[in-house]
Structures are given as structure tokens and as C-alpha cells.
């Protein structure tokens, strides 16, 4: 008996806790917010989930409802916000990276009334706004190299043909590097170049005494 009791009080216990992160933690439940919907149309949502953030200029603002593949192939994703703000014509709705490991948002630029000598109009509407994705930054930084992969190739194999020309001493930056005459040359002209400015300091003082004496004739 005292098993099922303490059985009972445990799944009872379990069911408060997962109900206290669903509805508490949720933010939705005790919200003073008053929601209401967008819906932005993209080529590509680029992993794009229900429940993932919506920010505006970096605020977060609301977040994503749904996210539907239409017949088109475009998908349509629904909004759900609480941050109320002016669009302007010139917006800009991405998807964007929430870190280089993953995870994704909605980023919202609103745009400006008055750009670069130009004006632009209030959009009035929420819904079937144009929205773009970024794309993964390291998927695309893999196809690049995939790309690229022959030129890389070439490149990282002149550089090593370079770099063993320098060791072995050929050329004047590898003579440089490695033989002792030519570092002792420079040293050398250093030096001299060093005496010279002494000696010119040392003479200044005797050659404005005898531009002053010709001036005063």
C-alpha cells in the first residue's frame, strides 16, 4: 500500500513539474501581451521550426506558430507577435543563424521612412509579407570549397613548394633567412647609415655658423 501511495505521489509530482515548464515557463500562460499574427512567405526556410524566436532589431518580439510547405514549393510560416512596430517598404524578414552550431530566427528589419536621398511608404499589411534566409553558413562554406577544391589544391602546393624554396636557401628572401653573410651585410649597412647621421649632427651646428657669417657679408 505504502508503495502505490508513494508510486502515485511521484507520477503526481512528475505531471506538476512538466505542467509548471509547459505553461509557466512558456511565458503564454500569465502573459499580460497581447498577441497577434504575421505570416511571411519564403523560397526556403533553411530548418525553420514552430516555437523558434522572432526578433526585431534584435527585440525579441514574438515567435514562430507554424511552418507550412505550400503547394508552389514556397513555405508559408505564421507568426505569432506581441511587439507592435512600423514596416516600411524597404523591410527585410531573414532567417537567420542563432549560433554557428545551429538553431534558427526570424529577424525582422523594419526598414526606414527615409534612406539614401529616398522615401518609402508605410505597409499597413501583416500577412504575406516576403521573407529570405541566409542560408547555413557552414554548408556554404562546404560547397565553396567543394567547389573551389582544384584552385585550393594548387594553391596549398605552390605555397609548400615556396615555403621549402626559402628553407633550402634559394632566392634573395630565402638567402636572407638563412645565410649569415647577407644578415651581416645588412647589419653593416645599418651601421653605416647610422655613422652618417651622427656625423650630419655633428656638422650642423658648423654649417648654419657659416650660412649666418655669408649672410651678414
Known sequence: MRNEIAVGILFFTALSILGYYTLI???????????????????????????SKVKINGVLSGSVVDVKLMPDNSVFVTLKMYNKFI?????????????????????????????DGKAYAVVEARTNLLGESLGDVLTELSGLVAENRANLYKTIKNISEITAKINSGQGTLGQLINENKVYKNADDLIKEVRESMEDAREQAPITSFIRAALMAF
Not at 524578414?93 to 521612412?113: A, C, H, R
Open 87 to 115: 514596416l516600411y517598404s524597404n523591410y527585410k524578414i531573414m532567417v537567420k543563424n542563432e549560433t554557428m552550431l545551429g538553431g534558427k530566427y526570424i529577424g525582422i528589419d523594419p526598414g526606414s521612412g527615409y534612406k
Open 25 to 51: 515557463m512558456s511565458g503564454d500562460f500569465f502573459s499580460k501581451n497581447e498577441y497577434y499574427k504575421m505570416s511571411v512567405t519564403f523560397y526556403n526556410s533553411d530548418g525553420l521550426e514552430a516555437n
